[in-house]
């Protein structure tokens, strides 16, 4: 019987494995890739071939195909409140962000393959939520011709997608589809640790992978001490034992990187940068784009492994430090912004580089850069990760935002925020940001001129807000996110991204030789506004001498200058 039982164990297992699908990956001998079609349809096939498998999908995309979400679990658990009650980790997969690097696209294929086929062991308490592609309008943009300098495979995707935006910058102000349906999945998934798949560029070394890891000060707390003394140094031990030599990734773009370099800074407009808002662990894995592309896919398969192996063997303590930090959040006062590197404090790691050399180019007869790949060497370098924040700025009771944004309001829905809106006309005493400098950039940047160097005053006023404008609590996990989003001075708010640019243009005006009579009764009515104008002349004698500078600024100093010229119509209640 027991002979019997294994014979039909085994006749599973093989008939199991003559479903799957052989990918011109394999075919290959690693030179190619899949193409988007081919990926979702050997996606499908492993889903029919196991019951550990579920292919949902998703939200639209740009596109106009849907985006695809690949639940991999062993007890065929694929309800986010089942992971809850058996205490599942769950690791959300990113791949084909940036199709041009498919490493992890083939990568994810070949590992769940092997889970189902009983060759990789999927612990019991991880769940992988896998997006197979998810620039998917890029993928089809398939060529020989992109990413030319990159040692495969033959064919790669486009960076841009089907609105040619570069979908690792849209995270926050979500212009895509993409994005939108990102923040669906994630928070769906709500996972434990978030991996995007990339390729690098830069300097020629020896590394076949390096990783860049969401910045440990900046997601502070329980979780950014546990990732930088334990988390992240034991993935770089793991993938030690599988034999690769991980770095960090190699954020100097010069021909010196053996001089050391810092940490690269992931704003919340990067997949990482936006995870960790939320409290979530998250990587960007870079395989280097010189390395032979079966090589680079390998070590793709190896770091997801590590990670897999790592989460199922501290689930408990990664569980309890999000649970820690997310209440937390809740409670913090304070928030950090402005984050600058502290030149200070570094850490050693051994990098094992090329010699940069210069030689004549067969193509300008002029020196050009040259790694030497027949002189390796192995040097200590450092390497700056630690940062301070420039600014603390303390968290309001509340925000308030006025019905009329509903981009705005609509982005914060998407990402789960809890609000509510007055059901009647309310009036309010609120701080009040005006927006006293900025600086906008010249030339667009996917799709926006960004608002940089924000100087703001503020202002204690009491307003009237209308029934179905928006009450924002700030007593929620979302803290951490609404801060980043709605504080004008943040890197990667609402502001900077010119969700509220038309404040910034003045809408009402006045003609001045019409204004002249109406100036002068107001200042003979008002002798506070008329000691002001005196004290302006007397410090400034250029203003003295400028009658249309003086006649604008008791126009600018009186009710019939317009309220929201300036105002940034983001309240926040004491």
């Known amino acids: 019987m027991k002979y019997f039982r294994f014979t039909l164990c085994l006749l599973f297992i093989n008939v199991v494995h003559a479903q799957l699908p052989v990918t011109r990956f394999k075919t290959s001998s690693g030179k190619e890739s899949v193409t988007y079609y081919e990926a979702i349809a050997a996606w499908k096939q492993i889903d029919k071939a196991s019951l550990n498998v579920q292919v949902l999908t998703m939200g639209p995309t740009d596109a106009g195909e849907p985006l695809r979400l690949v639940l991999v679990s062993s007890d065929a658990s694929f309800k986010p409140e089942q992971w809850k009650q058996k205490n599942k980790i769950v690791i959300l997969i990113n791949n084909g962000i940036h199709p041009g690097e498919p490493d992890g696209i083939d990568a994810s294929i070949w590992m769940v393959k092997d889970i189902v086929s009983n060759k990789l062991k999927l612990?019991?308490?991880?769940?992988?939520a896998i997006i197979p592609v998810y620039n998917i309008g890029g993928s089809m943009n398939h060529t020989p011709f992109y990413r030319i300098d990159q040692n495969g495979p033959t064919e790669k995707g486009f960076r841009g997608n089907s609105q040619n935006l570069d979908l690792n910058r849209d995270f926050i102000k979500?212009?895509?589809?993409?994005?939108?349906?990102?923040?669906?999945?994630?928070?769906?998934?709500?996972?434990?640790?978030?991996?995007?798949?990339?390729?690098?560029?830069?300097?020629?070394?020896?590394?076949?992978?390096?990783?860049?890891?969401?910045?440990?000060?900046?997601?502070?707390?329980?979780?950014?001490?546990?990732?930088?003394?334990?988390?992240?140094?034991?993935?770089?031990?793991?993938?030690?034992?599988?034999?690769?030599?991980?770095?960090?990734y190699v954020n100097n773009f010069g021909d010196k990187p053996e001089n050391g370099w810092g940490a690269y800074w992931?704003?919340?407009?990067?997949?990482?940068?936006?995870?960790?808002?939320?409290?979530?662990?998250a990587f960007v894995p870079e395989t280097h784009m010189l390395k032979p592309y079966a090589q680079r896919v390998d070590a793709t398969y190896k770091l997801m492994q590590s990670f897999i192996e790592f989460a199922a063997a501290n689930t408990f303590t990664i569980k309890k430090l999000r649970a820690e930090q997310l209440k937390s959040i809740i409670t913090q006062q304070q928030f950090a912004f402005g984050f600058k590197t502290d030149s200070s404090r570094f850490s050693e790691m051994t990098f094992k580089g090329y010699a940069a050399t210069q030689k004549i180019s067969n193509v300008s007869g002029q020196?050009?850069?040259?790694?030497?790949?027949?002189?390796?060497?192995?040097?200590?370098?450092?390497?700056?990760?630690?940062?301070?924040?420039?600014?603390?700025?303390?968290?309001?009771?509340?925000?308030i935002i006025p019905q009329g944004w509903w981009k705005v309001i609509d982005l914060l829905k998407l990402n789960k925020v809890q609000m509510r809106q007055f059901v009647k006309d309310t009036s309010i005493e609120?701080?009040?940001?005006?927006?006293?400098?900025?600086?906008?950039?010249?030339?667009?940047?996917?799709?926006?001129?960004?608002?940089?160097?924000?100087?703001?005053?503020?202002?204690?006023?009491?307003?009237k807000f209308r029934k179905g404008d928006w009450y924002i609590p700030?007593?929620?996990?979302?803290?951490?996110?609404?801060?980043?989003v709605l504080e004008p001075t943040g890197e990667d708010s609402y502001f900077t991204w010119n969700f509220f640019d038309p404040i910034l243009g003045q809408k009402e005006g006045y003609s001045a030789y019409a204004f002249e009579e109406i100036a002068e009764e107001y200042l003979k009515n008002n002798p506070s506004a008329k000691e002001k104008l005196e004290q302006k002349r007397n410090s400034d004698s250029a203003f003295a001498k400028n009658g249309r500078a003086q006649l604008n600024f008791v126009y600018q100093n009186s009710p019939y200058a317009e309220p929201d010229y300036l105002r940034y119509p983001v309240?926040?209640?004491?």
């Not at 612990?123 to 992988?128: E, M, Y």
């Not at 790949?373 to 040097?379: D, L, N």
């Not at 667009?444 to 001129?449: D, I, K």
């Not at 700030?474 to 980043?484: R, V």
């Open 123 to 128: 612990p019991s308490n991880v769940v992988l």
């Open 367 to 399: 020196p050009r850069l040259f790694y030497d790949r027949t002189q390796p060497f192995e040097k200590k370098i450092k390497f700056y990760n630690f940062f301070t924040p420039k600014a603390m700025i303390e968290k309001p009771v509340g925000y």
């Open 474 to 484: 700030m007593n929620q996990t979302a803290n951490y996110f609404l801060m980043q």
């Open 174 to 248: 979500c212009d895509s589809r993409e994005a939108r349906s990102f923040a669906e999945i994630f928070h769906f998934a709500q996972p434990d640790i978030l991996l995007d798949n990339h390729v690098s560029n830069g300097a020629d070394y020896q590394h076949v992978m390096t990783l860049l890891t969401t910045q440990h000060n900046k997601l502070s707390g329980v979780m950014g001490e546990y990732l930088n003394k334990t988390f992240e140094p034991a993935i770089y031990e793991s993938m030690k034992q599988k034999g690769i030599d991980l770095i960090p």
């Open 266 to 281: 992931d704003s919340p407009r990067y997949s990482s940068g936006y995870a960790a808002l939320f409290g979530t662990f």
């Open 430 to 463: 609120v701080e009040v940001y005006k927006i006293e400098d900025y600086k906008s950039s010249a030339r667009p940047y996917e799709w926006h001129h960004l608002n940089t160097d924000v100087k703001t005053s503020k202002t204690v006023q009491q307003l």
């Open 571 to 574: 309240y926040r209640v004491k």
